[in-house]
């Protein structure tokens, strides 16, 4: 696996390349770009006829507006209008330098020139700042004088091979320093650029070893984007990880629960199953053992779904059915129906309301559910005269009952399998009062005990504030 380290300066490299041969492509560009504006210079000042506003050209292409006559140089109309137009003047010189012929000249200008006073003449300005241009018309040479010229001489040697040399050297030095100031922009833009992305590397190997933390980018740059989905990504994957662990956790524990409440009763089964394959065993005692090990088999279907109920309500894994719901006939019904109980039909059981138009929004068959347990922990747990009153207020139901009360473990009351010490009895899963207050928490709602020796307990249903 190639280390972070490596990562980043392969990166860097990659970018340090790429910077690097654009910037080697811009020069050959420009260079071709150059060359290619110096041609279209040049053939824009010679023209495809010759033409050009160059005073030099136009001295040369002079000879076009000259003729022989008589063995004398002339010049048509159109050169003496060309020379008007071009605000110069003209002197036609013979062999001698002397001036045989002229036209719009100067007052000051020589009428004779020597070879070297030409030179001089065509290399520099006069003093009336005349720049003189010289051309040949057969065996005739002449001179054309433009005042006040733009045109500007310079005159110098070139040695072709010295000047090939040096201008390599120079296009090497030149590319040579591009390069070093291109790899310098560019090792500076990339480790600005490269440690946004080495930070992303870095975030999605946390992401891969399940670190699901987040952590602000320092200067993330044009990846503020992308570190802002990173962080999202994270946390979807953090909400992921904890359902899983929470399913995981929720299976372990229901399998423990079920492994550990399930051993009692299968071994009473096993143990009177046993029994029934003894020979010795009359018709009725197989009855009686038949019976038992078909209470067993009951409790043991009620166990399973009690528990399957309390893990789901504990990890808020049961879809509530909620329904606005009149809560004065809802209680009263469910306290009819206890009475309607052959085994509590004689029992003392009452009814209080004082708002009979109560609504609330209930899961109906869970809240039934949750006020029966609590009834029939006050009729299970006490004498037989004990005395159970439902009362419902504005914001509370409470189960009030005369009987024992509750020894000093109340707070173990809605615990899993808790049976109080001051109760012989046994019937049930142990897991009613645990399953009621898990079904109150599920609406929103508070659950309160209290109790006194000889006294009796009270269990009251408070409802949410939103109610």
């Known amino acids: 696996m190639e280390s972070k380290s490596g990562m980043k300066w392969k990166l860097t490299g990659s970018y340090l390349f790429s910077i690097v041969s654009i910037v080697f492509i811009v020069i050959l560009v420009n260079t071709f770009i150059i060359v290619g504006m110096l041609w279209y210079q040049h053939l824009n000042t010679t023209g495809a006829e010759g033409e050009s506003n160059s005073s030099e050209t136009f001295t040369r292409n002079f000879d076009q507006y000259m003729q022989m006559e008589n063995g004398e140089v002339t010049v048509s109309e159109e050169g003496t209008n060309a020379l008007e137009e071009y605000g110069a003047w003209l002197q036609i010189l013979d062999n001698n330098g002397q001036v045989v012929s002229s036209y719009s000249t100067p007052g000051t200008v020589s009428d004779h020139y020597s070879p070297m006073e030409l030179v001089h003449k065509y290399k520099y300005m006069d003093d009336e700042l005349n720049t003189y241009f010289l051309g040949e018309y057969g065996n005739f040479s002449y001179i054309v004088g433009i005042p006040d010229s733009d045109d500007e001489r310079f005159v110098f040697t070139v040695d072709v091979e010295s000047m090939i040399s040096n201008v390599s050297q120079v296009f090497l030095v030149i590319i040579f320093v591009d390069l070093v100031i291109a790899a310098m922009i560019g090792l500076l833009f990339s480790s600005i650029l490269i440690k946004p992305v080495n930070t992303m590397i870095e975030r999605i190997s946390h992401l891969k070893h399940m670190n699901f933390g987040s952590y602000p980018a320092k200067k993330p740059g044009i990846f503020k984007s992308v570190f802002a989905n990173l962080n999202e990504v994270s946390s979807t994957l953090s909400k992921h990880d904890k359902e899983r662990m929470k399913l995981e956790n929720m299976r372990k524990e229901w399998i423990s629960n079920v492994s550990h409440d399930l051993k009692t009763p299968l071994a009473s089964m096993q143990g009177y199953a046993e029994l029934l394959q003894d020979k010795e065993v009359d018709a009725q005692e197989r009855i009686e053992y038949a019976e038992v090990i078909e209470r067993q088999s009951v409790y043991i279907k009620d166990l399973i779904d009690d528990l399957n109920l309390t893990m789901r309500l ?42 009979p138009e109560k609504t609330l929004y209930i899961d109906p068959h869970l809240m039934k559910r949750a006020i029966l347990n609590f009834i029939y922990n006050a009729l299970m747990h006490n004498e037989e005269d004990v005395a159970v009153a439902v009362t419902l207020s504005d914001h509370t139901i409470s189960i009030d009952d005369n009987g024992k009360g509750i020894s000093g473990d109340i707070d173990r009351v809605f615990e899993r399998h808790y049976r109080g010490t001051n109760t012989n009895n046994s019937k049930g899963t142990g897991l009613g009062m645990a399953i009621a207050r898990n079904i109150v928490t599920a609406h929103g709602w508070d659950v309160e005990i209290t109790s ?16």
């Open 314 to 355: 504990q990890n808020d894994e049961m879809p509530m059915q909620l329904q606005e719901t009149r809560i004065e006939p809802f209680v009263k019904e469910i306290v009819i129906d206890v009475l309607n109980d052959p085994q509590y039909k004689d029992r003392d059981i009452s009814f209080t309301s004082d708002h």
């Open 452 to 467: 006194h020796m000889g006294q009796g307990t009270n269990i009251k249903i408070r409802f949410a504030a939103n109610f």
